[in-house]
């Protein structure tokens, strides 16, 4: 047992690990919520909302930012059951931003359904795709799907194992607690050069879930908005330690995304103001903290952009350099046309001051979120790029252990019991 | 605040109590300090920490309805998941301990006095009162798996003053100091420990020591957890 983790981990040292030094990104997230405004009463319907968010996506992209993501939910009031269907429209329709989820459920989706919906999504979009994985906290979803919520993270732990084995090996024998098992299956399609998807883990309080990012040697993704920050430290600084001790480098190429709600205007309280019918009869926010102890107890980002500026850098001196900062706009009613001019106003007043100042204090040593080319590059160096091209069907449609023309023909399926 | 390594043990009070100076927070006060004195007479350093719940009446409410913990709050869930011994008191409000004491205790993580020992205390206009400590505050201790002392302690108007409370303190003192002295929140948590489901907010639960250097890193964080539970192996890819 020990012989083979210090095997593992010595082959993660020998591998060029994917991130390199580079900087800090800026994103949208969305959770896809339709809700009242409670300023006018007006509230869109599924269809306007949806229409809006694409907008925004393109104008998240016109505005500088490098990220756009989208949550999946699975009851009203929220619109976003199908993530990879939207985020392939925002593909065709954008050329740079990078296109991720927030979050795609791990728990309630079958692992086999994901590798094969992100690997489309991955080809359609040329490689501009990651996803983060989450387990939802929505509790009646879990037997929508046939799924036990008291096994939420267990069930989340080893989805993951799957969806890794399923996009980094041809053909896989699986089995395990909480499906059917596998018996020389081979997702399709192999994902874009063979090289699947960056993925992150969000997590608000699971240090499980940072052991599987650092494991892996994937991202992780706290989106403090609550907790107290000294909490979210620890668990990045977990997710930090684990990936160095399992080989994929240092605590500074471990890749951290952090997560915070904003919304500025051109003086502080203006934007206090703006904000607070939002903060008031938001369905997260009322009947707590005022929203000046918000403000200034977690990282909800309401002020100027100079306050704003201010307090992502002060999420840097706490966790220390990261890879990923994404934003929420949208959240709570907030009209579409405000959501837009809030994203003008980050492009042009914040994200450029923001990546002034950070070119000159980051550590030249942080990492860069991994793009496709990225780990292209790790993967390949400068030798040719697989590109899986199947073999015949056999007329059982089933391939066995050599669906592709450069498969092993020798490998042996192992035949798992089937129950 | 590392108590492992100074190997001081701290007994904390947690109190509903009211008044200024309250009386329940005053009989709690009582135990802990006798259970010190009892320590002491053994060898063992020990102190109290007294945490008086309604200097926290706002954060409590506060983080009932939402998932918001203010700092003192949390620095108040800290000092109690990383005592050695609790002296669990609350006046009698309508049959029951009170809503503030039940609240703090809806707030504290699952695992926040798993195996702590845990002396429950009430006071009351009455001695009609008498059973709420073994009927009301037992129950819920030991839904909280502490491991809660054989003597429980209600005091009423009229058992003020009377030798008869006294004797109760010192028992109840002794018998925590006891198992105090037996470490056997230790001894337990070593047998059994990865027996009980762990709460997905074990991070809270984890003592918080000294590890901030000056420029925010954090150093071994790692140490506090166990990469050999079944779900921190499936974590790292099943093995």
Redesign the interface.
Known sequence: ?VD??DA?IEANKRQTPPARPGPMEFGVMSVSDVTKDPVSGYVPSEAERLQATMKQALTAEQAGFDVFAIGEHHNPPFWSSSPTTFLAAVAAQTKRITLSTSTSLITTNDPVNLAEQYAVLQHVAGGRVDLMLGRGNTAPVYPWFGKDIRQG??LA??NY?LL?RLWHEDVVDWS?KFRTALQGFTSIPRPLDDVPPFVWHGSI?????A??AA??GNGFFANGI???V??F???V??YR??FV??GHGSEQQAVVGLGAQVFISKHSQDALDGFRPYFDFSPV?R???SLE??VE??PLMVGSPQQVIDRVLEQR??Y?DYARQMFLVDHGGLPADMVERQLDLLGEYVLPVLRRELSEIRDPNAVATPSHQDMVKARYGDQEVRQPKPNENRGDNVTGTSPYTDSNPEQRVELPKVY | MNHAETNRRHITVVSAGVGEPSTTTKLAEGIAERTVVRLRDQGIAAQVNVIELKNLAQDIS?AA???????QL?SALDIVSQSDALVAASPVFKASYSGLFKSFWDIAQQDAVLGMPVAVVATGGSERHALVPDTSMRSLFAFLRAVIVPTGVMAATVDWGSPGLVDRQTRVAGELASLVQADIRRTLLAAVGEHYSSS?????SQP?SDDTHAD???D???QD?D?DSS??R??????
């Open positions: 047992m083979s983790m593992i993270l267990p732990l080893e194992n890794h395990g309080r699971t240090p499980e879930i052991e599987q494991y892996y609550f907790w107290p000294d909490h430290r620890r668990l600084a977990l330690n684990r001790h399992w926010y009947g707590g903290p102890t918000m107890q977690t001196e706490v220390g | 506060t309805v939402s998932w918001k913990i203010t700092p949390q997905e907010d074990g991070l809270a918080v925010g890193e954090v071994d964080v790692s957890f990469f779900l921190m499936l974590a790292a890819g099943g093995r």
